[in-house]
């Protein structure tokens, strides 16, 4: 049985638990519920930096993803333990698979990946729709420290997103950049790196961003986008690595479950969870102790040392409705198995019996919206489907890679009323 360090501490290798990685044998630690490992090593060798932890038993150490390594006991052996095909200990990770033989590799699947033009080719899609969610996937997004504030504010999840299985291996600020989606993406590598981590309530609710829905984010302009180009094909740009990207349907905000977290990561590749959201109580709870201060004081208007940040106050756009004996309420989504009414006291958290996700829909000027705010007069609106024409006619501002928004007077707007997802329990 392993032991979970302590952040900021080098994780101890498992008794016995060795990987074979690029041919060699190396002592692990299991990372992501086993969707990537930190393998170590005596001796320096391609790929591995130097641990610079306290306590740490071994000079040098690097973070693999599971497909790449084989589990292996003492003595060479392989692992037998409770895990998936893909793994993972999670049934809901799924791995990338592709029809591979000796003409088409990986160096292939990732050379069409990064291709726009590729994007409709059939061994492409064929990988990419391997890339599957399911109820209780977690999902994270990658977030500066301004955004982190937003969120503790409460904002909800939207826009461009992964599923961790795909990333978990992902560990340091440098390795996160590339994920990043706020308009300072890629001007240069912080000393931290932050994210949200949730489980996805439903599959319906993410959507690859390929196609003609998203065909105009692949012709935006340079001028008029932040973050790395939208390649059309599903998976993030990168010259190393081929990871499946997802945006939030019509790039709504979504209901956040129970228990989402709010992590850190440091330049050592250490995970620091920062905050936990409470729903009942509308607020995150501060996890992150006395050590990793210095981390929550990066974070713009946000005091390092206040235990609950409360949202009870948040504009919110989206609203998790569950049905209950014939009447509406507030629900609180706990994935993949429990959806119950929102309640202070434990006795009256019935379990729903019907569930939707509800937000409020506009046109303006011909260009479907999402109606995120009214405010004298005025409703502050998110495009479903942005293309340089709509962004241009609304004049529409990028806030975050793929994420329009702009204010129109509400008597220019044909309000289309509160729309529900449905989601089956």
Excluded at 61 to 89: F, I, K, N, Q
Excluded at 143 to 171: K, T
Excluded at 248 to 264: E, G, M, V
Aim: charged residues 20%; proline residues 10%; glycine residues 10%.
């Amino acid at each position: 049985m392993s032991v979970t360090p302590r952040a900021g501490q080098a994780p101890q290798a498992p008794a016995g638990l060795r990987v074979r990685y690029a041919g060699t044998s190396h002592p692990a630690a299991a990372l992501g519920r086993g969707a990537a490992y930190e393998l170590f090593s005596a001796d320096p060798a391609p790929g591995f930096e130097p641990d610079r932890r306290p306590g740490a038993r071994y000079p040098w150490h690097r973070y693999a993803h599971a497909s790449e390594v084989a589990p292996l006991r003492d003595g060479g052996g392989p692992v037998v333990a409770a895990r998936t095909s893909t793994g993972s200990t999670d049934p809901t990770d799924q791995p990338l698979t592709a029809p591979l033989n000796r003409e088409v590799g990986w160096a292939e699947i990732h050379r069409l990946g990064q291709s726009p033009a590729s994007a409709d080719d059939p061994l492409l899609t064929a990988v990419r729709g391997s890339a599957t969610i399911r109820r209780g996937t977690h999902m994270v997004k990658v977030l500066s420290a301004a955004q982190v504030a937003g969120f503790l504010r409460g904002w909800l999840p939207y826009g461009f997103c992964h599923r961790e299985y795909d990333v978990a291996h992902l560990r340091t600020p440098a390795d996160l950049a590339l994920l990043r989606t706020d308009a300072d993406a890629g001007r240069g590598v912080p000393d931290v790196g932050y994210l949200l981590r949730w489980r996805a309530i439903d599959p319906v609710d993410y959507v690859l961003p390929t196609g003609p829905e998203h065909r105009g984010l692949v012709t935006m302009p340079p001028q008029d986008r932040a973050g790395p180009p939208v390649l059309g094909t599903g998976f993030t740009p990168s010259g190393r690595h081929l990871v499946p990207e997802f945006v939030t349907r019509d790039f709504a905000d979504l209901p956040l479950p129970a228990n989402a977290t709010l992590l850190a990561h440091t330049v050592d590749g250490d995970e620091v969870v920062l905050y936990t959201y409470q729903p009942e109580q509308r607020g995150w709870l501060r996890m992150a102790g006395p050590r990793w201060r210095h981390l929550l004081a990066a974070l713009p208007g946000v005091a390092p040392d206040q235990e609950y940040v409360s949202t009870a106050d948040a504009v919110r756009s989206t609203l998790l409705v569950g049905g209950y004996r014939g009447g509406e309420h507030e629900a609180v989504a706990d994935p993949p198995g429990e959806f119950r009414v929102l309640a202070m006291t434990r006795a009256a958290r019935y379990p729903v019996e019907t569930l939707v996700r509800r937000a409020r829909y506009a046109s303006w000027r011909q260009t479907r919206c999402l109606v995120l705010r009214e405010e004298s007069g005025w409703l502050r609106l998110r495009l479903c489907r942005p293309d340089p024409d709509n962004v241009a006619a609304l004049g529409a501002q990028c806030y975050e890679r793929g994420v329009y928004e702009a204010w129109a007077p509400a008597v220019e707007v044909v309000d289309g009323g509160l729309l529900d997802q449905p989601y089956p329990i």
